[in-house]
Every structure is written in C-alpha cells, then in structure tokens.
C-alpha cells in the first residue's frame, strides 16, 4: 500500500508525531483536531523534527508534504488512503470518532487507531466497515522511534494487517504484528510493569526518580537499545545460552523481589512525591530543551547502531540506514541564494571566448 495523502483525527502528542513523520516523508496530510491551539501545539512539534531530520540526512530531505487543517472529520478524511486516529482513551469517543471516521472516509481507506491499550474488538462496533480497522500502536517521539504494533480486531480482515504493514514500512517504520489481541498490547504491558515497580521504590523511599533513571539509562537500558531482553539473557547464560540463564534465575521467580501484583494507592501525596523529584531533575530546563536533547540523543544512537554489522547496522541501526538512505535518494536539492547565482554567473562572464580560425 502506498500512501498518497493521510488524515490525521487528533493532534496531540501523539497525533502531532504521526503528522511529522508522514509529512516529512512527502505525504500531504489533513488534520482534524477542534483544540482552537491545535495549529501552534502541532507546529512547535514539526520544528522538533524537523530538525532532527536535518540531522539524520544533512544533504537535504524529499519535498515536504502539504498540512492542511480540516474544520471536520468528514474533510479531513476525504480522499485519504491512511486515516490515523489519535483522540484520547476513552472508548466512547473513540466510537464516535471512527463512526464519523467510517461514514465518510473512502472505501478503501485504511482506518488505523493509535490506542495505547483498548482492543480493536471494543472499537469496531461503532463502525459499518469494522473489516478495515487496526490498531497501530506507535511510540514517542513518533517521527523518530520506528516501531508500530500492528493489531487486527475480530471483524479485521488479513488484508488490512498487510496494508498496515505495507503502509508503515514505507515512511521507515518497524511494523511487528501482535498474534493475539491483548488488552494494552506487547509494549505497554512491559512498561507498565516497570512503572508500577517503579511507584513503588519512589514511595517507599528506596530512590529518588532521578537515582532510578539513572540506575536504567546507565545500565539494562543500554543493553536493552540494542539487543532486547531475550537477546541480553542469552548472553548472560554464558556458552550455555538461555537455557544455562533460566535454570540459574529461574528460582527468583517464587522470590518475592517485585510488587507487581499490588498497586501503590494513587493519591494527590503519591502524585506530589514524583511531581516534585520530576522538577528538581528537569534543573530548570523545558519540556521543548528536553525534547531536543531526547532527539538528539536518539538520532545518535540510531547512528551508532547503523554502523556496525560491518555497516550493514544491526537492530534500529539496520532500519535506520534503509530510512536515512531512501530520504537521501527522495531529496531535492535545495534553491541555491540568490548571491551564490549572481556569483556563478559572473564568474561564467569572466571565460574568455574561444577565437575564431582565420
């Protein structure tokens, strides 16, 4: 499937990120977002990446699509190939989001919703042509991080997961179908886990927000940028492989080293404690500062990892150096000033003519 003009319903983080990368893939897009702020929100976001993508192909980037914002739903969604939803989790709205979606998006439209957790299943009731819906799960910055998990419902039919599939690998993403519907997917089920522990150390006192940050990018997540969980574990199993690491550490599994069964009581203190941590780590610098220093650090080690494997690139790396070079191959040549063509000019007044033969 080839995308020739997307919609996008919903512009917030999420929505924004989606909208960033279609377009700078050359992809006209329409979005449709009632946020009388949406227009400002969605073009500080186009400024973020647009300049990481100056950085990730610095000869020059594909002719940038056209962003048009629609006044409705049924606007933005007139002649587009990929209608991407992106309004927030709640499953009312997004029933009336994809009915409006669904009477008056193209046929042939692949209708795609960016739920961080609801299944296709619960959303597809409110549609006349449920066979088309799927959940594409990306995360953020979504003009950066190529993965989308690709989530069929009960009524989906195949050839929608091979359209979606087709449809986010070309803008250079890493489309990974979940075989089974799941409430939350694969890859918030695993961060969830992990923020529920985390909850927990900051509330009883264990470490500071800061400390556990720095306790994860200074270790397992480095490991994990590259090879995953499984992949890691092999390794750690010596010459025996994982077989050697389960029968090592799978004892620990009865230990009681977690509390993920249990939820810390969610209160305005609870809220307090990591707002107030949150603060003192930021030191004073904005979300937008963040947000630059997160692209940067990610373009960096996508580059990195696109350099190794003999610069083949291995992981994120080895899509990475697919994406960059068809960006590459796409660009068009930037308009040279106005004083670099007086110069050329000039300096092709200046040849001496050739003299005639007598």
């Known amino acids: 499937m080839t995308i020739e003009k997307a919609a996008a319903i919903g512009g917030g983080v999420i929505g924004a990120g989606w909208v960033a990368r279609l377009l700078l893939n050359g992809i006209d897009v329409a979005i ?47 002649g587009a190939d990929l209608v991407q939803e992106s309004v927030p989790e709640r499953l009312d709205l997004k029933h009336r989001v994809l009915a409006e979606i669904d009477r008056h998006a193209p046929a042939n439209a692949l209708v795609a919703s960016s739920t961080s957790g609801i299944k296709p299943t619960d959303m597809q009731s409110a549609m006349r042509r449920p066979e088309r819906l799927v959940v594409a799960h990306p995360f953020n910055p979504v003009y950066l991080l190529p ?117 810390p009581e969610y209160n305005d203190e609870l809220v307090e404690l990591i707002a107030t941590q949150s603060d003192e780590q930021a030191n004073g610098l904005s979300i937008r500062e963040l947000e630059k220093i997160r692209d940067d650090n990610l373009v960096a080690i996508m580059e990195a990892l696109g350099k190794q494997n003999k610069g083949k690139g291995w992981g994120a790396g080895a899509l990475y150096n697919a994406f960059t070079g068809e960006l590459a191959k796409r660009a068009t040549k930037p308009k040279a000033s106005k004083a670099a063509e007086k110069a050329k000019a000039e300096k092709k007044a200046e040849k001496p003519k050739k003299k005639k033969k007598d």
């Open 147 to 263: 993965l989308v998990e690709i989530v069929a419902g009960k009524d989906t039919l195949p050839e929608a997961v091979e359209m979606a599939k087709e449809a986010y690998s070309s803008i250079g993403m890493k489309p990974v179908v979940v075989r089974k519907e799941i409430e939350a997917f694969v890859g918030d089920r695993l961060l969830e886990a992990a923020w529920r522990e985390a909850l927990w150390l900051i509330k009883d006192g264990i470490c500071t927000v800061e400390e556990l940050d720095d306790i994860m990018r200074y270790s397992f997540g480095l490991r994990w940028a590259q090879m995953g969980m499984f992949q890691v574990y092999r390794i750690a199993g010596g010459e025996a492989g994982m077989r050697h690491f389960m029968a090592q550490f799978g004892p620990c599994l009865t230990w009681p080293w977690t509390k993920l069964m249990d939820v």
């Open 32 to 78: 449709y977002d009632p946020d009388p702020e949406a227009e400002r929100k969605v073009g500080e976001v186009m400024k973020g990446a647009r300049r990481a993508y100056r950085k990730m192909v610095p000869g020059g980037l594909p002719r940038e699509g056209k962003l048009t914002f629609a006044k409705t739903i049924a606007e933005a969604v007139d």
